[in-house]
RNA sequence: GGCCCCAUCGUCUAGAGGUCUAGGACACCGGCUUUUCACGCCGGCAACGGGGGUUCGAGUCCCCCUGGGGUCACCA
């Protein structure tokens, strides 16, 4: 690898949470940085104005700490060549457009929308890849500089030097792209700000970045970036391209998707009368303009403007409206109950693989298997089996200390009502629910222990199964039991196990038979954990109290 | 559409010319376990997109076709 030290990168921009996509990209990365003693730097590309979400790079960071993956420079983290925020480094883009501009190797152009329009049409109707027609001549600066202060919109390109260009990529080999296929690109916009080419392509030289791994997306650049590099006389960085990852049906998996999920069961609620637009600003907190613009108006022929709703507003919207966000974003599979060993141990797996039949790997094992060279070329599906089956092997092989842990950020970042539960009481909880695939399930299952014993529901369904059935069997299986759980002098799950068991034999039945009405007694529904830990979990006083509430409504 | 990239079970992948009657995992199907839901255990189904070459021999190399994807912004 030279006699430098890898030097890697991770740049996101922050337009919202870390997608999945993303966070693939930032482990690898860092996987290559940790097992070579490299340098894994964090950059944050906010050159767009438009398209800046409040308080998206600390929710990106936030999450990358999750998912355990820390950065050596960047933010929180300074270094020597920082700023790390590419809104912070305006002068410095400035000075190389100058250079450019200077060398000859940039220019001022001056169309106006309209005319790069009809360049594009131009260009479809002849077939051709590049679009943009270099003006002949080309604008002098001082021409340029002029119509910029006359309020024209002037923007810098890049005079695309003539010649193919060849960019060596560590997982596709060589990619040759033939100069005619591109084009002089824009490298400093009209408001001032760079484009992504130039910052990215300044910044990384400047940063040392000495591999720069990606998705695959950015193949297409690569040769843009390697021209521009030339022209600035910086070091071309090894490449390194990323498949591609996708949803199961293969779609993309964008951010809109949470949008119109929650979109169409508003709608169903709307339709149903149940919702009215006024709902929907409530229940995500945004004003009613906002919440119009967001739904839109069929009548009006308004369509929907999902930006007008954050994805904090819509998460919040999803809870009320009963639906479970796709999940695509690392936040989301956090507040679903995910463990970040497995979302972790998943992504690794996406467009990479040890090379033998090893599924299960801890970060330490990652970071000795990892390698570039065993890269996959070929696009991922995203199957959320395979990972809630990680989930599950993760949840329980990781040490209780460890759950818990990983149980309380989830309690508190999804808002669960078990965050108010003491340490000890989840623990025991967790324990109670072994075999559990996700945090949910936790919530699923043990929710209704934790609810004020006069608010506890009853499922219908269970009720009618499981107590009412055959003449009210199990109501009358509650009345034996009562005064023998009264009775019981000790406490522990073992106890009453042992005592039902004794009640079976007494009365020749099966352990479903007296199990299951105490389960939905004391929980309302068919689900809990062994009846043993749930009566230990509610304690016998609650126990009896449920169990003497339920007898009395029937009576 | 131009250009670029890719192509093994439904999915993630192993496979770097003979050891491939193609391996593993998830999903699925059967069974076992079981007081619910899960978990767990055992077994089964299931793939080299098509056509040409090269070679004694091709899933593995080459070409074409087909299919999928990316990209063609004053977004990154």
Redesign the pocket.
């Known amino acids: 690898m030279g006699s430098t030290a890898l030097r890697v990168r991770f740049?996101p921009?922050p337009t919202g949470y870390l997608h999945v996509g993303g966070a693939r990209t930032a482990l690898f990365n860092w996987l290559l940085a940790r097992q070579s003693g490299g340098v894994f730097v964090l950059r944050i590309?906010d050159?767009?104005r438009t398209?800046h979400v409040a308080a998206a790079e600390q929710k990106i960071l936030d999450d990358l700490r999750w998912l355990g993956l820390d950065w050596d420079e960047g933010p929180d983290a300074g270094g020597d060549c920082g700023p790390y925020f590419q809104s912070q480094r305006l002068d410095i883009y400035q000075r190389y457009v100058e250079q450019l501009l200077e060398e000859g190797n940039a220019y001022y152009a001056l169309d106006t929308?309209e005319e790069?329009e009809a360049m594009?049409a131009d260009a479809?109707k002849a077939?051709?890849?590049?679009?943009y027609r270099r003006p002949d001549p080309l604008p002098t600066v001082k021409e340029g500089l002029a119509a910029r202060d006359r309020g024209q919109?002037a923007?810098v390109r890049f005079l695309m030097p003539p010649g193919d260009v060849v960019v060596h990529d560590l997982v596709?080999?060589e990619?040759?792209?033939?100069q005619d296929?591109m084009e002089d690109f824009?490298i400093l916009?009209?408001?001032g700000?760079p484009?992504?080419h130039l910052a990215c392509v300044v910044d990384d030289a400047m940063m040392k970045v000495t591999l720069v791994c990606r998705g695959?997306?950015?193949?297409?650049?690569a040769p843009k970036h390697v021209a521009l590099q030339q022209a600035l006389g910086f070091q071309t960085p090894q490449y390194a391209h990323l498949?591609?990852i996708f949803n199961?049906d293969?779609s993309?998996m964008g951010k809109r998707d949470k949008h119109v999920a929650v979109h169409e069961a508003v709608a169903r609620l709307i339709r149903d009368g149940k919702w009215t637009i006024d709902t929907v600003g409530e229940h995500a907190r945004i004003d009613a303009d906002g919440a119009s613009r967001w739904f839109g108006d069929k009548k009006a022929g308004r369509k929907p403007e999902f930006q007008a709703l954050d994805m904090d507003g819509l998460i919040r919207l999803a809870g009320h409206a009963g639906v479970v966000l796709p999940e695509i974003d690392v936040h989301d599979f956090r507040v679903s109950g995910y463990l970040p060993e497995a979302l972790g141990n998943f992504l690794n797996?996406?467009?990479w693989?040890p090379?033998d039949?090893r599924?299960h790997l801890s970060r330490d094992e990652a970071v000795a298997a990892f390698s570039i060279d065993?890269i996959?070329?070929?696009?991922?599906?995203f199957?959320r089996?395979?990972l809630?089956?990680l989930n599950?092997?993760w949840c329980?092989g990781v040490s209780p200390g460890r759950l818990l842990e990983a149980f309380r950020d989830f309690t508190q970042t999804g808002g669960s009502a078990l965050n108010a539960l003491d340490d000890g009481t989840a623990s025991r909880v967790l324990e109670a629910c072994?075999?559990?695939?996700t945090f949910r399930?936790v919530e699923n299952?043990a929710g209704a222990l934790f609810v004020a014993d006069a608010q506890l529901e009853y499922d219908a369904k269970a009720v009618r199964k499981v107590l009412a059935k055959n003449d009210g069997q199990g109501y009358a299986m509650l009345e034996r039991l009562l005064p023998a759980l009264d009775s019981l002098a000790t406490w522990s799950p073992d106890a009453v196990?042992a005592l039902l068991a004794d009640v079976c034999e007494k009365y020749d039945v099966?352990?479903?038979d007296v199990?299951?009405p105490v389960?939905v007694a004391v929980t309302g529904r068919?689900?809990?954990?062994?009846?043993?830990d749930t009566l230990m979990l509610l304690g016998k006083e609650r126990t009896l109290t449920r169990i003497r509430n339920c007898l009395a409504a029937v009576a």
């Open positions: 740049a921009s590309e050159t767009d398209r929308p790069l594009r479809r077939k051709r890849a590049s679009t919109p923007v596709r080999g990619v040759r792209v033939p296929e824009v916009k009209s408001d700000w484009t992504y695959q997306d950015h193949l297409s650049n498949p591609l199961l293969g993309k797996l996406l467009g693989s090379g039949d599924e065993r996959v070329k070929s696009n991922a599906k199957d089996d395979k809630l089956a599950t092997h329980a072994k075999g559990l695939r399930d299952k196990e099966k352990l479903g199990a299951q389960r068919t689900i809990s954990p062994a009846i043993g």
